[in-house]
């Protein structure tokens, strides 16, 4: 019974949200597609993208890519699980996967504006729901994360060794670490003020 009552409480905020709702909404929108999944070859990799729901409108050349996530926390506070968990990754990772999907049915990628949004429901306290947009700079930067990490796995799986990361063995056992751009940033913020 709890569960349900979140999930009602869910969708009722969904419902009463305006671009959440419109996003959605896969019963009365034309060209959605939920749970949309899309099996891709990427650099020789077989992907699988399983896709929340994909808006696809040939009239408008418009493609909606609509990722789902629940949260305890506030979904005002947002950022943090968009980084740490890496969701601006998995939204330019399906952007690929529709470039793809699109070429599959005789469309051209190009012609065609995609936009991508993730809605954020809070599964505690008032339901909240915010809509947000992955920022252009973001995803292009997951695309390269996504090819590097294809790269270390290419790598991992040319050498048969997993037991620890790729540095390890190409380094003698031996792993440089070293502070963050972002902390050295921070670090001489402190310095300078004090």
Not at 23 to 52: M, Q, Y
Not at 124 to 153: H, K, M, Q, W
């Amino acid at each position: 019974q709890d569960d349900m009552n979140i999930i009602l409480n869910c969708a009722s905020t969904i419902a009463a949200h305006s671009v959440a709702s419109n996003v959605l909404n896969t019963s009365e929108l034309s060209g959605a597609e939920p749970e949309k999944e899309i099996l891709w070859i990427h650099k020789d990799f077989k992907v699988k993208s399983i896709i929340d729901n994909l808006i696809l409108n040939k009239e408008s050349k418009l493609v909606t890519i609509v990722d789902l996530k629940t949260t305890s926390k506030s979904v005002y506070n947002f950022s943090r699980a968009y980084s740490s968990y890496g969701y601006y990754r998995q939204i330019a990772i399906y952007k690929l996967a529709v470039l793809d999907y699109l070429i599959s049915l005789g469309e051209n990628p190009k012609e065609y504006d995609i936009k991508s949004y993730i809605v954020a429901i809070q599964t505690t306290g008032l339901f909240e729901c915010v809509v947000y947009e992955p920022d252009n700079l973001d995803l292009s930067i997951a695309v390269d994360e996504f090819e590097s990490l294809l790269s270390r796995l290419k790598w991992h799986l040319t050498h048969d060794r997993w037991d620890y990361p790729m540095e390890y063995y190409n380094n003698n056992g031996v792993i440089k670490i070293k502070l963050s751009d972002e902390i050295i940033s921070r670090i001489r913020e402190t310095i300078e003020i004090s």
